[in-house]
């Protein structure tokens, strides 16, 4: 048999056509590598076999049983076809049952002996319902542990399975990327034992022993690779720019805050050095990161560079864009917005005056990544909000100059810990403090019986001329569901607030519709905004100062933090009232919280303590970017241990040949597309 290297691409394998190609494509999957790195998402234990004599009600089991009479077919209605199978194993006799399941008639002959797996009823007779079903002795989805795995339109789990169990034969004995030293040394199983269980475990513990080293490789090379990035940063040089910011802080209608001038001056040491600055500012919401990469903007613009600004969503980039034209007012600075709702030859305009370097300062969501975009003298790039994005992106951005300035914004405050591990290639400034005239912002947690008191005190918190944001119950993510639900949602709050103009919000509208409601809102015309929590990150309309969070319990700490933060932006009391449709003491404890607390950083240490890091990123983004295992929390000592071997590492303190190094670093130079590469 010949061996089939890694990067062979998935259409060698049998049965994979065009349109599998695309549904594993949609996945990111293309070779035999991105498929045996497309681990497993959760395993169903299908080892327990019972007698049919022996089961009970609503357990899972496999049964072996044999076919005693032909398949018995029923129509009970219009639409719903019943199919009964009568099988024995000797000790009594148990009828399978599906539904509208035609295939399956002319499938079991009398005699033939098969495994069956299912959930049992015994009420209103012995039966397994929808059973998964093998040929004795043909098992592959039965009477072992079966990988589930994140799917698509067009995949099936057993058809995945299937191509990563010849996957992992086609490419026989895999080359090792650990050094057999770092193994023996950190009790890691080799690599061809990891990839056959952490796919198709034999048991817990064989699971539990691939996924610690697989794990461990993922965070020691994500480490090896950030370090050394920032080994070589501290030598690259770029731009020096000396114009000091203060004629420019000089005409804000505030006065900065010491965190802001203590990181201003950070800022402004970097861009001077002739060093690259790659500098992460961490803030809580509200605490004035914007003036601060004003004030960096500023320097480099006036020292005839430009700036790329790159915000997650097109709210916030449009927002950004407004506060900086304001904040610029009289700097005569150009500065222009690179929306995806531009119309083409105002696309070409905006892109010719950056080539030209007209314009100085670009605001943008990743469409300023695009290969069209090209800039006269990039100077800075600046990321906000930061873990919406990738390593990989950062570096693109900052890429389209040359030794370009780069400031990466956070407002989600970073455990110490996290911070290290995502931003290990960048210096951390944090701004600890907020503007002066902040109220704190009273919080409530509380069940369902408190709903009419809670309108009741909207209602007169916008007599009083203030503005609310309700953010709208949870659905499952589905376009269709996203948009019913918050209509929905909207107007039956109408009802209560009959006389209230109310505006909705979701993540599925049209940039140019998500303006104009946020404006009305802004301008005061909206009073309520009834929004999914995309509101969560930036949206600034200060007179806005209750808030109402539905199902307050299925979000995690920081996420609420974020959410609140959008109000308190004045100088009028502020509320948030978390609305939890659970009494489980676990869920009001876990509300508490963000009651006592109003620190962003200890609010994520605790997020993080109680969910652990999957979470803490938001639900859309399933574990730490990059990491497929490792998980910050339950890894935290494989952590600290990969810590120490990416140093020893890199400072060649680990005895390996030529040859295991060359296999390593070829691993990590993978990781960030080559964009990081080390030798
Ligand atoms: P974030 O850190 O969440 O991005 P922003 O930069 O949006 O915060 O600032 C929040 C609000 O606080 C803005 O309206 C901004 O004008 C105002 N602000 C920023 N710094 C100060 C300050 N030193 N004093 C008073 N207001 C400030
Ligand atoms: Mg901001």
């Not at 199983?189 to 697989?214: M, Q, V, W």
């Not at 810990?417 to 210096?427: P, R, S």
């Not at 676990?586 to 240490?605: C, H, P, W, Y």
């Amino acid at each position: 048999m010949t061996i089939h290297p890694l990067e062979t691409p998935i259409t060698q394998l049998p049965g994979i056509g065009p349109k599998r190609t695309d549904a594993f494509g949609r996945l990111g999957i293309f070779t035999f590598k991105d498929l045996l790195e497309h681990y497993p998402r959760a395993y169903e234990d299908r080892t327990t076999f019972k007698k049919i004599i022996e089961l009970s009600h609503d357990e899972t089991v496999c049964i072996k049983a044999t076919v005693v009479a032909p398949m018995q077919t029923n129509l009970i209605r219009k639409n719903m076809r019943i199919s009964s199978l009568r099988v024995s194993d000797g000790t009594g006799f148990l009828e399978l049952i599906w539904f509208n399941n035609r295939f399956l008639d002319a499938r079991f002959k009398k005699g033939e002996t098969y495994v069956f797996y299912g959930k049992v009823r015994l009420t209103p007779k012995k039966q397994m319902v929808t059973p998964i079903f093998e040929l004795l002795d043909n098992q592959k989805q039965t009477g072992r542990i079966v990988p589930l795995y994140s799917l698509t339109e067009g995949l099936t789990e057993s058809l995945v399975s299937d191509c990563v169990q010849q996957v992992l034969s086609l490419c026989g004995q895999l080359e090792d990327p650990l050094p057999s030293i770092i193994r023996s040394n950190h009790r890691l199983c080799e690599i061809n034992y990891a990839l056959a269980n952490i796919h198709f475990p034999t048991g817990k513990k064989e699971y539990e022993i691939a996924r610690r080293r697989l794990a461990f490789e993922e965070l020691l090379t994500f480490q090896i690779a950030l370090f050394s990035l920032k080994k070589r940063q501290a030598s690259c040089s770029a731009p020096s720019m000396h114009t000091s910011p203060e004629p420019f802080l000089q005409s804000l209608p505030f006065t900065p805050t010491g965190a802001q001038n203590r990181v201003i001056k950070e800022i402004a040491a970097d861009l001077a050095s002739g060093i690259a600055m790659n500098r992460l500012v961490c803030g809580d919401v509200g605490s004035g990161k914007t003036a601060v990469a004003a004030s960096a903007i500023y320097t480099t613009v006036t020292s005839g560079y430009q700036t790329a600004f790159m915000a997650p969503t097109e709210i916030l980039a449009a927002q950004h864009y407004e506060s900086l034209q304001k904040m610029f007012r009289n700097h005569n600075i150009e500065i222009e917005l690179l929306s995806g709702s531009l119309s083409a030859s105002r696309r070409r305009e905006v892109l010719e005056k950056l080539r030209s370097g007209k314009t100085q300062v670009v605001v943008g969501t990743h469409a300023l990544l695009s290969d069209d975009v090209h800039f006269h003298c990039l100077g800075l790039a600046i990321t906000d909000e930061q873990h919406r994005f990738g390593v990989n992106q950062r570096r693109t951005l900052s890429e389209k100059g040359e030794n370009t300035h780069v400031l990466v914004m956070s407002a989600t405050p970073i455990p110490r810990t996290l911070a290290f591990i995502l931003y290990g290639d960048l210096d951390v400034s944090i701004i600890d403090e907020l503007p002066p005239g902040r109220q704190k912002i009273d919080t409530f947690a509380v069940g369902e019986n408190y709903r009419q008191r809670i309108y009741d005190f909207l209602a007169k918190e916008l007599s009083s001329g203030r503005q609310a944001y309700i953010v709208c119950p949870l659905v499952e993510e589905s376009e269709v569901l996203e948009l019913e639900s918050v209509t929905e949602y909207a107007q039956k709050i109408q009802k209560s607030f009959p006389d209230t103009p109310i505006g909705i919000l979701h993540g599925k509208m049209k940039p140019a519709e998500k303006e104009a409601v946020m404006s009305a809102f802004k301008q005061g015309d909206l009073r309520i905004l009834v929004a999914t929590s995309v509101i969560e990150v930036g949206v600034d309309v200060p007179n806005a100062t209750f808030m109402l969070i539905e199902n307050a319990e299925r979000y995690g700490l920081s996420q609420l933090h974020q959410l609140r933060g959008r109000v308190g932006r004045g100088t009028e009391k502020s509320y948030c009232i978390l609305l939890s449709q659970s009494n489980h003491e676990t869920a009001v404890n876990r509300l508490n919280v963000m009651k006592k607390q109003s620190d962003g950083f200890a609010i994520a240490e605790e997020d993080l303590k109680q969910r652990g890091p999957g979470e803490f990123f938001g639900t859309k983004q399933h574990g730490l970017p990059g990491f497929k295992l490792a998980g910050m929390f339950t890894d935290m000592e494989l952590l600290k241990e990969t810590t120490q071997v990416a140093r020893d590492y890199l400072e060649n303190r680990i005895p390996i040949t030529e040859e295991e190094k060359k296999t390593l670093n070829k691993k990590i130079n993978t990781l960030f597309n080559n964009h990081v590469t080390i030798s």
